[in-house]
């Protein structure tokens, strides 16, 4: 598949576990993004790798969340000490070029804390 | 507080009629605007962007952008079944946000009826 690929698709875990979060982007794209989406609520912006620029992590919501990118390929994103507001479909998005908005989503990875 | 405010809906048209959704954001110092069709259970999918006032034409969607009013707009012609889904627009984050750093509204629900 050419899609950007999440995993796992869904994740039930109990509060105060940490848990990791896999985004495969379409292969060659320079810039990857993480959103969150809550139920009833907006996309929220959480992190965005730009290339071979320093990520603009200005929406993380906590240092309990973390974000890499290693060999400007795969993603992970890891929430320590999970807490029940972290219930969210967790979106991971790619684009061919840095500079620009997320244009190919992934299916999410819908996490629910417990 | 930068936001995005969008009308949820449901708007419901009759199938050929014109479907018209609207988006105001808070922020003068936005510059890029997207709108998103997030289909039932699925991911967003990019459809339109704008960044100057006016129009821009894609096949059936035409986005309009008017700064002075801080508003934007997507209109869908000859509506069909297939367009039945959640518009999401969104707006960059202005004063040196990154081009990824996207501020979603919570999307309007679209139902055309055969």
């Known amino acids: 598949g050419a899609g950007v690929s999440q995993s796992p698709s869904n994740k039930v875990t109990e509060k105060g576990k940490d848990v990791e979060l896999r985004c495969d982007p379409i292969?060659?794209?320079?810039?990857l993004y993480w959103y969150r989406q809550s139920l009833g609520q907006g996309l929220e912006f959480l992190i965005y790798?730009?290339?071979?620029?320093?990520?603009?992590k200005s929406g993380l919501p906590s240092d309990r969340f973390s974000a890499e990118r290693t060999g400007g390929s795969v993603s992970t994103l890891t929430i320590q000490r999970t807490q029940q507001e972290d219930s969210a479909v967790y979106l991971c998005?790619?684009?061919?070029?840095?500079?620009?908005?997320?244009?190919?989503f992934g299916d999410g990875t819908r996490l629910s804390i417990l | 507080q930068k936001e995005v405010e969008q009308n949820s809906g449901p708007l419901s048209v009759p199938e050929g009629a014109i479907a018209s959704l609207n988006c105001t954001y808070s922020?003068?110092?936005?510059?890029?605007f997207f709108w998103y069709r997030q289909y039932s259970g699925k991911s967003p999918e990019l459809i339109m962007s704008?960044?100057?006032?006016g129009d821009k034409e894609d096949g059936r969607f035409t986005a309009q952008l008017n700064k002075a009013s801080q508003y934007v707009s997507l209109l869908i012609r000859d509506s069909q079944p297939s367009d039945s889904a959640t518009y999401l627009c969104?707006?960059?984050?202005?004063?040196?946000?990154?081009?990824?750093?996207?501020?979603f509204g919570k999307g309007t629900k679209l139902s055309v009826k055969p």
């Open positions: 969104a707006a960059s984050r202005p004063y040196g946000g990154s081009q990824g750093n996207l501020i």
């Open positions: 704008i960044y100057s006032n």
């Open positions: 998005a790619s684009s061919l070029e840095a500079g620009g908005q997320p244009q190919h």
């Open positions: 790798f730009q290339g071979n620029s320093a990520p603009d």
């Open positions: 292969s060659g794209h320079t810039a």
């Open positions: 922020d003068r110092g936005s510059q890029s």
